[in-house]
């Protein structure tokens, strides 16, 4: 079935670091990937998403590709800021926009001053 | 971006009591709302899909007997929780679409303790 790996948490980094989370995903054709993510006392926001191979989504310095090669969908932030810090969630939907996602486990990011 | 809204954000409850959380779409009309639950430190599980006007369609091993989702209105979803236990108690998230390609908009979640 579809599913959704993601690194374990918590993150803690201090601002200005490089951040990197990892995301792998096992899927049937071509999935679109998400990457969500969730502030304190906030629901889900939509962060950025790759429709097809090879795409890369950014948003707020954030940015991942879709590499069907290596079935991956890693978050990656140059610089990060204290408001940064939440609660990152990489999630895939197979098919249409009324089709459900699949989540992985959540990355809790700190980041500290 | 779109809006979702849930009420209540938090319910505390007698076990065997019912509790009803509503998730609404403030901006846009929700074809499909989507009903997830979220334990601690675990990934959002999704419970079951609802489209408005129809039958909602539930994930295997989620009781439709009891967690009863109704899609009246191309806005409004509604998941009642029957004769509620501790075992219940979790974090649900709603989350709407408007059609095909459209981006999903979730809900601020709905905190339920069953004492």
């Known amino acids: 079935g579809n599913s959704v790996t993601q690194m374990e948490g918590p993150v803690t980094l201090s601002e200005e670091a490089f951040l990197t989370i990892n995301c792998t995903y096992t899927?049937?054709?071509?999935?679109?990937l998400f990457w969500y993510v969730q502030y304190p006392g906030e629901g889900l926001q939509l962060l950025l998403k790759?429709?097809?191979?090879?795409d890369k989504g950014s948003n707020k310095g954030f940015e991942a590709t879709y590499r069907k090669e290596t079935t991956s969908f890693h978050l990656e932030k140059g610089s990060v800021q204290v408001s940064d810090s939440a609660v990152y969630f990489c999630?895939?939907?197979?098919?249409?926009?009324?089709?459900?996602?699949?989540f992985g486990k959540g990355t809790r990011l700190s980041v500290i001053a | 971006g779109a809006v979702v809204s849930q009420h209540p954000s938090r319910v505390i409850c007698k076990s065997g009591t019912s509790v009803k959380i509503e998730c609404r779409s403030l901006?846009?009309?929700?074809?499909?709302m989507f009903w997830y639950r979220q334990f601690p430190k675990q990934s959002l599980m999704l419970m079951a899909t609802?489209?408005?006007?129809?039958?909602?369609?539930?994930e295997q091993g989620v009781e439709k007997d009891k967690f009863l989702i109704n899609h009246a209105s191309l806005t409004l979803s509604t998941l009642t929780v029957t004769s509620a236990h501790p075992e219940d108690s979790s974090f649900y998230i709603c989350?709407?679409?408007?059609?095909?390609?459209?981006?999903?908009?979730f809900g601020p979640g709905t905190r339920l303790l069953v004492l």
């Open positions: 999630a895939l939907r197979r098919d249409s926009g009324n089709t459900p996602l699949v």
């Open positions: 609802s489209n408005e006007g129809s039958k909602a369609t539930y």
């Open positions: 790759a429709t097809k191979a090879d």
């Open positions: 899927a049937t054709g071509y999935p679109s």
């Open positions: 901006d846009f009309q929700a074809t499909t």
């Open positions: 989350s709407a679409s408007g059609g095909f390609q459209e981006t999903q908009y």
